[in-house]
Nanobody, 118 residues
């Protein structure tokens, strides 16, 4: 079993920046597709950014150019740098890692709240 622990959320004014971190209890990020997702009450969880083990990134249109996903395999940590934050970025942000090793493994963190005030 792998635990993912997010940190770095908080309250920030519009236009500000935050960096979220996601640390895994085991070294899996080098073989996994990792991603950040977010969810607001009453809505489905949506993809924010993903990063494959080969380094290919994908971003939601709403965050492209403002957010950057990165990975430090030596630290078992994935980051989401969020710049030029907007009130509509307010959500609980979740870290995800998935990979295949005979079967598919899919792990989620507990989430971290990001609140952007106008």
């Amino acid at each position: 079993q792998v635990q993912l622990v997010e940190s770095g959320g908080g309250l920030v004014q519009a236009g500000g920046s935050l960096r979220l971190s996601c640390t895994a209890s085991r070294s899996i990020f080098s073989i996994a597709t990792v991603g950040w997702y977010r969810q607001v009450p009453g809505k489905q969880r949506e993809m924010v950014a993903t990063l494959t083990r080969d380094g290919v990134t994908n971003y939601a249109d709403s965050v492209r150019g403002r957010f950057t996903i990165s990975r430090d395999n030596a630290k078992n940590t994935v980051y989401l740098q969020m710049n030029s934050l907007k009130p509509e970025d307010t959500a609980v942000y979740y870290c995800n890692a998935n990979f295949r090793a005979g079967t598919t493994f899919d792990y989620w963190g507990q989430g971290t709240q990001v609140t952007v005030s106008s």
